[in-house]
């Protein structure tokens, strides 16, 4: 895991230009499992057994937004979880947006995820 998820989420107050060229790649190497969509988001959709697990996760991950104060659009169905992440404020990505998923890349991994 990088040390992307030891780090905490900063808040953009705009007037940053988003993630481009080697920085947005030099993250992305960090994050395997997770897509840049355009230059604008990442995403990723993790997979569980059921319902149930699925839900879990969510709530992890749910805890993990309130307590980074960054806050990723969840999508959930019987056994999968969609995620994407962006800084809306200047509708791109910043790094606290590749942190964020690094935490919830940790919390799937070490929490009962189905694998990769």
Known sequence: MSDLA???C???RGGVP???GEPLRALAAQL???DIVAGHHLHRQFEFPDFASALAFVNRAGAIAEQ???H???CLSWGKVEVSIYTHKIQGLIES???LAAKLEQAYSTKGGSGH
């Open 6 to 8: 030891a780090k905490s």
């Open 10 to 12: 900063v808040p953009c």
């Open 18 to 20: 988003p993630l481009s």
């Open 32 to 34: 395997p499992h997770w």
């Open 68 to 70: 980074e104060g960054h």
């Open 72 to 74: 990723p659009d969840l």
């Open 97 to 99: 947006d590749f942190i």
